[in-house]
């Protein structure tokens, strides 16, 4: 773990905080306030957010996290982009501060958020496919066979389409850069189960064709390491569970004389499985 508020990994996606205001109309998900109490929370929002980026920008990031926190707390709670990109940006404070534990919670919390738009949205693009292929149908019945067998025109993006392109990409960059943090925060804290999470986002990373050619040498170069370093936990945490079972079992037996060093694991080598056998004098005797 590096002992200085700049980790080796730090890049502009894990580092940099997003700027970006919060466009009212550019969420797809059904109101739950009226439009203009909906479009003055959004504004007030932004203008915590505004100030908290000044903060972070001027290492102030524990102030600059009390302000995201009161962005977020204010930001619609149905608005989950809004909230993902304030949670993102939390998560880049935390990882300045070395607070990794921290770090993993609010960027996970972003990912979530993200999952369940692109959820929404996926939900949304069916049903309105659905009622464009009726609508089809409808059409094909009442147009002309000269008209059938002739090409069919180029089909050109419409702005509903545009617009879902544009909030697919701010999905996956603001995505890339959350699950960025995560990945380099469980990489820091160590540990077999945050180790081998680390390797499971940088594994999904990779496959991410939005990244900066930075980003993609930080991703490829802890896929390069972290197999070794998640084994090695798992080894020390193993043996040390062992080591604590041991103790356990030596408490238990020692009232009648015995010890876990009377009772070996012998190992079947035609199928795999494990006996236990008995020695009175323990191992070697």
Known sequence: MTSSSKA????????????EE????????????????????????????????????????ENAITKYEEAASICPHYLDYELAV???NIAACHLMLEQWKEAIKA????????????KTEASQIEKEEEQQNEEDEV????????????????????TTEAVRRKRQEDILRIRAKALMRRARARSELG????????????????TMTNLSPADKQIVQAQLRTLPLRTKAAQEK???????????????????????TDNFQMVKDENTGGYSMNFSQNGPGQ
């Open 139 to 158: 059409e094909e019945e009442i147009v002309s066979s000269g008209a059938q067998k002739s090409a069919p025109a180029a089909k050109e993006e419409t």
């Open 191 to 206: 540990g077999w189960s945050d180790l081998a999470g680390a390797e499971e986002d940088y594994k999904v990373l990779s």
């Open 8 to 19: 080796p990994e730090d890049e502009p996606s894990q580092t940099k905080v997003d700027t």
């Open 237 to 259: 945490e193993m043996s040390e569970m062992w080591g604590k079972l041991k103790d356990l079992g030596n408490g238990i037996l020692k009232p009648f004389g015995l010890s």
């Open 86 to 88: 304030l949670k993102s």
């Open 107 to 118: 960027a996970t919390s972003s990912i979530d958020g993200l999952s369940r738009l692109e």
């Open 22 to 61: 919060q466009d009212p109309d550019d969420s797809a998900t059904p109101e739950k306030f009226p439009p203009e109490e909906e479009a003055n929370l959004l504004e007030e929002s932004n203008n915590k957010k505004s100030q908290a980026n000044s903060l972070f920008s001027s290492a102030k990031y």
